[in-house]
């Protein structure tokens, strides 16, 4: 409840301190309505982002399956992400195999989780990068599962600290997080489409030298359609 009420009673008082004072300049002013602004724009995404989670620990069963090209999805993602990405001179790099013979890496699964899950990790390498670093996703195959890695060169992530990064509101720096427009909870939705999936998501880093999160989903859900060749 902490999360949701913070911005809340900042944007409930910036609009309440320019009502009580008519005579407030305009720059003041402007500075006031400007909190508020990104505080509802903060309070927005967490609301998107419970409702995510919601809907995933609700019934996992009810994802809407269908051949997702996952080359393809991440392609988009980092697209998406360039305007964020370049305002702090970070290279977003994509690794992927698409030469005749390449493997395929489409899979059965619900586009639209599957797409938040690449954007909260592709978010998170960026918002923990330094400027002028670097992010990398790279795709593989090894059998039937295909591999989503998202490697950034940022602050890294304490040993004692590994085992948390997936529970919700849980952040290593919440300053940093939260000055970054996280919800504290992205990271969590990532495990939960994995698990929803059928597959997983683990995580290997190093202090100041950044970290490696990995997204295994299988081809074909277990015990479904058979896997694409």
Request: aromatic share 2%; glycine share 10%; net charge negative.
């Amino acid at each position: 409840s902490h999360e949701l009420k913070t911005p809340v009673t900042a944007i409930r008082g910036a609009i309440e301190t320019i009502l009580d004072d008519d005579e407030m300049p305009a720059d003041v002013r402007a500075r006031f309505l400007d909190g508020a602004r990104r505080h509802s724009i903060r309070l927005s995404a967490l609301v998107t982002d419970l409702l995510a989670l919601a809907r995933l620990e609700g019934d996992p069963r009810a994802l809407q399956r269908t051949d997702v090209d996952l080359a393809g999805l991440v392609g988009e993602v980092l697209a998406g992400a360039e305007s964020t990405a370049e305002a702090r001179e970070i290279v977003l790099e994509l690794g992927v195999e698409t030469l005749a013979g390449a493997p395929s890496y489409t899979i059965d699964g619900d586009e639209e989780a599957l797409r938040q899950a690449v954007s909260n990790l592709v978010d998170n390498a960026i918002a923990h990068s330094h400027d002028g670093g670097s992010v990398r996703v790279s795709l593989a195959r090894h059998g039937d599962v295909v591999e989503v890695s998202v490697r950034d060169t940022g602050t890294g992530i304490p040993p004692e600290a590994l085992e948390r990064v997936f529970e919700r509101f849980y952040r290593v720096d919440a300053a940093r997080s939260r000055a970054r427009g996280g919800t504290g909870i992205g990271l969590s939705i990532v495990k939960h489409v994995a698990q929803a999936h059928g597959g997983s998501v683990g995580v290997a880093s190093r202090v100041d030298e950044g970290s490696t999160f990995t997204l295994r989903l299988p081809v074909s859900r277990p015990g479904g359609r058979g896997t694409h060749q």
